[in-house]
């Protein structure tokens, strides 16, 4: 993966870059809102994509819906943080002045945070609980998802991070969070996260009582990853939500394929959402008729 400076290919895609910089009117104090080459950065807009779980999910009942429940119920994910070159000082003359060099740099931080909606029935918290507690059993210390699956091939999963970390791709969009036909692409900011595993299972947030206080709450699941970042990830994630995310560009059912289901309940007007199967009524609700009649007419 390429540094994020590590390339001279341009990395900034905006179309009216080059028409801005012969316009002086930035040294007036004002911005061009005539012409409105640039826009200002608007926060709010961001997916969450697991690129790779731990291969035993599948062999288990309710880890197998692990990625459709977390990706699409996400309230929040920190934990982005600054790049900071590091220096050192040296002094000269008889006045000690003192000069910064750069001597190193302090990479951006690999932990993060999501957080979500609960559900009855302990839905979001029995999964990652699952995750941790196969990785380290609390009676036991012992890792348990080795004797407990086997892969396509029959044998049990070797212990080991390749077989319980996943890879995780954090993509902060424009307000056009649907669009995947920009020609600029409406990728903000992407960050790929190697790694990944969970590190708590919050049943304080959840469990606890105290008369008289009910509420609907929301909890956090803290990370440890490694992170990438750069006009690669960028490109990575663009491709992404082109092909897994934002499939909503199909013009008959036959193009749909099983992956528009990722996205389709934007829409509303699904029950159920889990099958392809049910595209088929789908097609015929007039939200998707109206869609259908935009592409064509494009």
């Known amino acids: 993966m390429a540094s994020y400076y590590g390339s001279e290919k341009g990395t900034i895609k905006v179309s009216g870059l080059d028409k801005?910089?012969?316009?002086?009117?930035?040294?007036?104090?004002?911005?061009?809102?005539v012409n409105l080459y640039l826009d200002p950065f608007v926060t709010g807009y961001a997916y969450i994509y697991w690129v790779e779980l731990p291969g035993w999910f599948e062999k288990d009942a309710d880890l197998k819906n692990f990625k459709e429940l977390t990706q699409k119920n996400f309230r929040s994910f920190q934990g982005v943080s600054g790049i900071e070159l590091n220096t050192a000082q040296h002094q000269t003359g008889f006045g000690a002045r003192e000069i910064n060099v750069p001597t190193g740099i302090s990479p951006m931080s690999s932990d993060f945070t999501i957080s979500h909606k609960e559900y009855?029935?302990?839905?979001?918290?029995?999964?990652?609980?699952?995750?941790?507690c196969m990785v380290r059993d609390p009676r036991t210390n012992i890792a348990l998802y080795p004797s407990l699956y086997k892969d396509d091939n029959g044998n049990n999963y070797e212990y080991g991070a390749r077989n319980h970390t996943g890879q995780l791709l954090y993509i902060v969009v424009r307000p056009d969070a649907a669009n995947a036909n920009s020609s600029e692409g409406i990728v903000e900011y992407a960050a790929l996260y190697h790694n990944v595993f969970p590190t708590n299972v919050p049943l304080d947030t959840l469990y606890n009582f105290e008369i008289g206080s009910q509420d609907s709450p929301t909890f956090d699941i803290n990370f440890k990853g490694f992170v990438e970042i750069g006009p690669d990830v960028e490109d990575y994630a663009e491709k992404i939500l082109r092909e897994k995310i934002l499939v909503t560009t199909a013009t008959t059912k036959s193009e749909i394929g099983p992956d528009f289901t990722h996205f389709a309940d934007i829409f509303g007007g699904m029950k159920d959402v889990n099958g392809v199967a049910n595209i088929e009524n789908y097609w015929d609700n007039s939200v998707m008729e109206e869609i259908k009649g935009n592409n064509e007419e494009k």
């Not at 910089?21 to 040294?27: P, T, V």
């Not at 009855?120 to 941790?132: A, D, I, N």
């Open 120 to 132: 009855s029935g302990g839905v979001m918290r029995k999964l990652y609980q699952k995750w941790v």
């Open 20 to 33: 801005v910089r012969g316009n002086n009117n930035f040294f007036t104090g004002v911005e061009d809102e």
